[in-house]
């Protein structure tokens, strides 16, 4: 089965943009979706589809794909933007969804 | 705006089984996918499988194969996630969560329970 691999930590200043990566074959051909998880809370999808946002999900926050790298980019980011960030692809060879392991992002 | 809501904690002995519902409200139940999410303490998200009620076709990852059952109940607005043969690994916390698009299962999930503690203890 495919795998997708994410740097484990991340850290940007106030207000600066920060992109976050996600490798794997699978990206290739399908489509990444990208999850917000906070301690103690339930993952918040944050970019779908091509660059897709759900209804009150903040313009900063922005998603795109090249080869099988797919990135999430948050420009300006906020304290609030603190999280750990999940990507997930299909896994096309058994129809299956799968995570990668997740980036932590600091906010300085 | 649909919200799911999902079972109390659970504590099981190893070789158990355990039965998590997820129900749902304030939408159209059948036509949307759900999945099963896991995290165990201090690890990542991991997918588990996948339904889409209103044709009754399921999808499971490898992992869980033979492991796990998912079901839907279209007259309670209610899925199910029952996983077997419990070991100490699956003690997680389980969500539930709603696809974005109809008809379809993808990786896209929208609207999550609130997730059920399983602990896995002798």
């Known amino acids: 089965s495919s795998e997708l691999t994410q740097d484990p930590a991340v850290s940007v200043a106030l207000g600066q943009t920060v992109r976050i990566t996600c490798q794997g074959d699978s990206l290739r051909n399908n489509y990444v979706s990208w999850y917000q998880l906070k301690p103690g809370q339930a993952p918040v999808l944050v970019i779908f589809g091509k660059d897709n946002r759900p209804s009150g999900i903040p313009e900063r926050f922005s998603g795109s794909r090249s080869g099988n790298t797919a990135s999430l980019s948050i420009t300006g980011a906020q304290a609030e933007d603190e999280a750990e960030y999940y990507c997930s692809s299909r896994d096309s060879s058994d129809n299956s969804v799968i995570f990668g392991g997740g980036t932590k992002l600091t906010v300085l | 705006q649909v919200q799911l809501v999902q079972s109390g904690a659970e504590v099981k002995k190893p070789g158990s089984s355990v039965k998590v519902s997820c129900k749902a409200s304030g939408g159209t139940f059948s036509s949307y996918a759900f999945s099963w999410v896991r995290q165990a303490p201090g690890q990542g998200l991991e997918w588990m499988g996948g339904i889409i009620p209103v044709f009754g076709t399921t999808n499971y990852g490898q992992k869980f194969q033979g492991r796990v059952t998912i079901a839907a109940d279209k007259s309670t607005s209610t899925a199910y996630m029952e996983l077997s043969s419990l070991r100490s690994e699956d003690t997680a916390l389980y969500y539930c969560?709603?696809?974005?698009?109809?008809?379809?299962?993808?990786?896209?999930?929208?609207?999550w329970g609130q997730g059920t503690m399983v602990t896995v203890s002798p």
């Open positions: 969560a709603k696809d974005v698009s109809q008809l379809l299962l993808t990786n896209a999930f929208d609207i």
